[in-house]
């Protein structure tokens, strides 16, 4: 995305750039069965795809209604993840997925997984529910959504499960009205649904088809034998709605060109004539395009479809994958300097000598570069590059895929070369110091370096977990760090504003953390508001090995 130095003379335009994300969505009515004996490589698109295959989508979003919750199956979710995370996460990890955030509403399921190279650029994780069963008594209708930040762009993700049976319309309007009325998050300017730049509606909405004393049972199924889906889909309760402009007017769907998803009799792909068939399953979405000066935020869905060699459901599952895309273009301001902004991002100015000053478009991170190295010397070192700018702006290694940068120097080079420098404080990352050893049954003290502007929250914990771990949710030990916001009052000025500045910070845990002899473990850092709060991971250490202490011999041993 960086270009090399040229020759020529310098460019007196910014071109657009690019950022795309992948995002895989399922949503499935599975009428409390458990996942046993099934596959669910095709249900995700991964059949005959290896595991070392590199073009997969970013994300998993599954969002599942009718789970069991049988009064033995609450008291194990509460020590473990449910048994259909735990079937989607053994698929995911083999390549390399991470479980970021599940959130359960009694039969409502909702799990995002990600690939384990974008963890720390997602950040204000948060989760909301709405019941609207028994006029929002009962739980098992209604939605549950988790919102996030990815790379600096905001998305939420719904899923909900509406009033049942034909006659319902109203209550199905009104259940939705109710959702996007009383789902409220915490994060600034992002407190509703349709506040965030990038929706994503999904689940068993219930809609059914018009005509219910014209069109029986059998004369849908006829007219799904005879491919009739176009003029059938005129009759779908949900698209007559959204024309009227009476609900999710502020979505978009690509209408499905599959057969209806519901009912089907359990264990085959019979329509159980006893209720008529209606698209029940759908996935929707929306974008607020102009969210941003100067970046343009769009969405392309490249796929959707049912999947009906799944059976162990009266429901059909569904699937859809989106490609998010973000386009900024740099423009002149009032004085004639060159600028671009980004989704969430505040762009600055460098003033160089005998330079005119322009501005940064964003680099995406990239594993394979970040810890990389090369011999040359650049005119500005990376380390000269953070110790004279680290006060006002954050750089970021790397892009995600596909990058033409090398090193850290490189990259500062090119941002030199440029001029190109913005600001993004919502990234900043603690970094661990190595650690040499972890001895197990003592105190083990760890240091970690807080960035200059880094915002820590009131509840910042850092969890241990095992290396390659598969879920934010397994870490084995924990323990609060203790921010400057708790010491204030006992701080004079010049204390307060050297705890604002970049800082080691030293945490020593307790003796009383037993971690198993044999394995590698790994140290996250959490920002995070508190229970239900606003949480983001913003650090992780290298691996590393633990090792009991040898006894001391006692007298008798010694010769």
């Not at 970021?100 to 650029?121: D, N, P, W, Y």
């Not at 604002?500 to 307790?510: A, E, P």
């Not at 650090?539 to 010769?559: H, L, Q, T």
């Amino acid at each position: 995305m960086f270009g090399r130095k040229s020759s020529k003379r310098r460019r007196k335009s910014y071109p657009v750039k690019q950022d795309h994300r992948a995002i895989y969505i399922v949503t499935w009515n599975v009428s409390t069965k458990f996942p046993e004996n099934i596959s669910l490589n095709k249900l995700l698109g991964l059949e005959n795809r290896p595991e070392q295959d590199t073009d997969l989508p970013d994300f998993f979003v599954v969002g599942l209604q009718e789970v069991n919750v049988q009064p033995q199956n609450t008291l194990y979710n509460l020590f473990k993840d449910d048994l259909w995370t735990q079937k989607f996460k053994e698929v995911l990890k083999e390549r390399d997925y991470v479980v970021i955030k599940t959130e359960q509403m009694q039969g409502l399921l909702l799990s995002v997984f990600a690939r384990r190279k974008h963890l720390l650029h997602l950040r204000q994780v948060e989760t909301e529910y709405t019941r609207t069963g028994l006029a929002g008594i009962w739980g098992n209708k209604g939605a549950v959504s988790i919102r996030l930040n990815v790379y600096g762009s905001s998305i939420c993700l719904v899923n909900a499960h509406l009033a049942a049976h034909d006659h319902m319309l109203e209550e199905r309007i009104n259940d939705y009205e109710r959702i996007v009325q009383e789902q409220k998050f915490h994060v600034k300017a992002k407190e509703t649904i349709f506040d965030h730049d990038y929706v994503f509606w999904f689940g068993d909405l219930n809609f059914r088809l018009t005509g219910e004393a014209t069109t029986s049972a059998d004369e849908i199924r006829a007219m799904v034998a005879r491919d009739e889906l176009k003029q059938l889909i005129e009759k779908d309760q949900l698209l007559l709605v959204r024309r009227e402009g009476r609900a999710f007017v502020q979505l978009q769907e690509r209408l499905p060109q599959f057969p209806p998803t519901f009912k089907f009799e359990h264990g085959s792909n019979d329509y159980d004539m006893k209720r008529r068939p209606a698209w029940t399953d759908r996935i929707l979405y929306a974008v607020n395009e102009n969210n941003y000066r100067n970046v343009r935020l769009t969405v392309e869905q490249t796929s959707y479809k049912s999947h009906p060699s799944y059976s162990i459901s009266d429901h059909k599952p569904v699937t859809s994958e989106f490609t998010l895309k973000c386009s900024v273009e740099a423009s002149r301001d009032q004085n004639g300097n060159l600028y671009a902004t980004t989704a969430s991002r505040k762009l600055k100015t460098i003033r160089r000598k005998k330079r005119r000053p322009v501005a940064l478009h964003s680099a995406r991170m990239a594993d394979a570069t970040r810890d990389a190295r090369v011999n040359r010397k650049p005119q500005y070192s990376g380390e000269h590059f953070r110790n004279q700018h680290n006060n006002r702006l954050s750089y970021k290694l790397a892009m995600a895929n596909n990058t033409d940068v090398h090193s850290f120097d490189d990259l500062v080079t090119d941002l030199l070369d440029y001029g190109q420098v913005y600001e993004d404080t919502t990234e900043r990352i603690i970094s661990f110091k190595p650690i040499e050893l972890w001895l197990v049954g003592e105190p083990n003290t760890i240091e970690y370096v807080i960035p200059n502007g880094f915002d820590e929250g009131n509840a910042d914990w850092i969890g241990i977990y095992r290396e390659n771990f598969t879920s934010l949710s397994e870490y084995l030990a924990y323990e609060y760090t203790e921010t400057y916001k708790d010491k204030q009052h006992q701080l004079n000025e010049q204390q307060l504003q050297h705890m604002q500045n970049t800082r080691t910070v030293m945490l020593t845990f307790s003796e009383n953390v037993s971690l198993p002899l044999g394995t590698r473990y790994q140290l996250l850092y959490f920002q995070s508001t508190g229970t239900r709060g606003v949480t983001g991971l913003v650090g992780i250490s290298d691996a590393f090995a633990v090792e009991k202490r040898c006894p001391s011999p006692s007298f008798d041993e010694i010769d």
